[in-house]
Antibody, heavy 121, light 106 residues
């Protein structure tokens, strides 16, 4: 059974940093691209970043490029999102989501339960 | 940047058919996916590659995509189908989500 378990969310001040983790199980982690998707309170879904299965390529939404960094440790089956220079508008539930291929562009066939990030003073 | 537009809300009576549209420039040349999200839950993939259903998704969910519009159709809508629905496509190295549609089963 595929499982994705996010952690690392919490309350952080504007300008601060936070690192999210997503522990994966139930599939061969390094075979699949992984993404972070967020959802602000009461709002829709917004894609944040994707990384290929090998970790060799990644893309970012314009709203986070230069502030967020996606990475993965395939030996630990874990996906990360390093978030720096956080802003109030980054407040959201952050989901990790699996692509059904090693590259990107496909749908998200599995999602984690999400972790809440609140940016506030 | 690429945009996908959905109607904010759709109402349907139990047993009837609900259709949710997703509009984007030349969307028919891309693959469209659809997600269902119930309150307090994570999204669930219900349609991918325009019209394919993942394992475990009921047959009453179907999809199509042509021209500038993708459509999710729920036939014989049940109370359990009340949820928010989002379309999604890939464009220029970005995943793009639609604005979302709240389906109410009256």
């Amino acid at each position: 059974e595929v499982q994705l378990l996010e952690s690392g969310g919490g309350l952080v001040q504007p300008g601060g940093s936070l690192r999210l983790s997503c522990a994966a199980s139930g599939f061969t982690f390094n075979n699949y691209a992984m993404s972070w998707v967020r959802q602000a309170p009461g709002k829709g879904l917004e894609w944040v970043s994707v990384i290929t299965g090998s970790g060799g390529n990644s893309y970012y939404a314009d709203s986070v490029r230069g502030r967020f960094t996606i990475s993965r440790d395939n030996s630990q089956n874990t996906l990360y999102l390093q978030m720096d220079s956080l802003r109030a508008e980054d407040t959201a539930v952050y989901y990790c989501a699996k692509d059904p291929s090693g590259s990107y562009g496909g749908p998200f066939d599995y999602w984690g339960q999400g972790t809440l990030v609140t940016v506030s003073s | 940047s690429y945009e996908l537009t959905q109607p904010p809300s759709v109402s349907v009576s139990p047993g009837q058919t609900a259709s949710i549209t997703c509009s984007g420039n030349n969307l028919g040349y891309k693959f469209a996916s659809w997600y269902q999200q119930k309150p307090g839950q994570s999204p669930v993939l219900v349609i991918y590659q325009n019209n394919k259903r993942p394992s475990g998704i009921p047959e009453r969910f179907s999809g199509s995509n042509s021209g500038n519009t993708a459509t999710l159709t729920i036939s014989g809508t049940q109370a359990m189908d009340e949820a928010d629905y989002y379309c999604q496509a890939w464009d220029s190295s970005n995943y793009v989500f639609g604005t979302g549609t709240k389906v109410t089963v009256l």
